[in-house]
């Protein structure tokens, strides 16, 4: 696995140079995350694919300014994908990362090949205690994030990275996350999405219920849904196997 920089991007790679003649895959983290969220997914399919995972502007090795709106991520997405010379990749996203892969299926200018979206919806509204937390007790929203994102029965220590991210998250930045998540919708939409997509929930999701998966799959003509079990809002961590397993199912069968 590489970390690299590709102009103020952070990133880590499967491989790099890309190999042409596997699909290349780019994880898209949530609110107050980093690439680092995905390290077991770039390390666990590297044999199969091209996996990359970006920082967005902000978070991580970018120390820029976030963004309050889902649009300007994915801009900033597909800037990335243009610079770094991505084929038509199979975008992958988490919650507000599954609102970033909405949008770029949505509205990118970009060929796509497919997308994934894991643990959100086409609306992301967010509990007012959360924002009021965030503002008034920074420190208290962090040490609430197992509760909120994992199943019970997760292995605290899992979550370290999680935690690592959101506790360098400034939380101005983490604020704007949850204001351009509580501002997405595209419930009207969906049905406009053409491509391939693969639909994942957590059976114990409290951020992001597996209604909320199972609304988009009815939505997208042709999706994909599964559903981990035992696992929360953070699946991709608590159940790094099961979740390389489908993902690995979906892309290689395109």
């Known amino acids: 696995?590489?970390?690299?920089?590709?102009?103020?991007?952070?990133?880590?790679?499967?491989?790099?140079?890309?190999?042409?003649?596997?699909?290349?895959?780019v994880f898209i983290h949530g609110a107050a995350g980093s690439k680092q969220f995905w390290k077991e997914q770039v390390s666990g399919l590297s044999d199969c694919c091209n996996p990359i995972a970006v920082d967005l502007p902000g978070h991580g090795d970018d120390s820029g300014s976030g963004f309050d709106t889902v649009d300007a991520y994915a801009d900033a997405v597909e800037s990335f994908i243009e610079e770094a010379g991505i084929v038509t990749p199979v975008v992958c996203g988490l919650s507000m990362g599954g609102g970033i892969v909405q949008k770029l299926l949505l509205d990118g200018r970009l060929k796509y090949k497919a997308g994934i979206i894991l643990n959100s919806g086409a609306?992301?509204?967010?509990?007012?205690?959360?924002?009021?937390?965030?503002?008034?007790n920074y420190s208290g929203?962090?040490?609430?994030?197992p509760a909120m994102g994992a199943s019970?029965?997760?292995?605290?220590?899992?979550?370290?990275?999680?935690?690592?991210?959101?506790?360098?998250?400034?939380?101005?930045?983490?604020f704007s996350d949850f204001t351009a998540c509580n501002i997405f919708d595209v419930t009207?939409?969906?049905g406009d999405i053409k491509v391939p997509l693969l639909v994942l929930t957590a059976e114990e999701d409290k951020l992001s219920p597996v209604k909320y998966g199972r609304f988009i799959h009815e939505r997208v003509t042709g999706s994909t849904f599964l559903t981990i079990p035992g696992a929360g809002h953070f699946s991709p961590v608590e159940k790094p196997d099961e979740v390389n397993e489908a993902i690995r199912a979906f892309v290689t069968s395109r």
Request: proline fraction near 9%; charged fraction near 25%.
């Open 1 to 25: 696995m590489q970390k690299m920089k590709i102009n103020n991007t952070g990133l880590i790679a499967g491989r790099w140079p890309l190999d042409p003649s596997l699909p290349s895959l």
């Open 123 to 136: 609306r992301l509204k967010v509990m007012p205690a959360i924002f009021e937390l965030i503002q008034n």
């Open 141 to 145: 929203y962090v040490s609430s994030l």
């Open 152 to 174: 019970d029965k997760c292995d605290p220590s899992k979550l370290a990275e999680v935690i690592a991210d959101a506790e360098k998250s400034r939380p101005e930045i983490t």
């Open 188 to 190: 009207e939409r969906l």
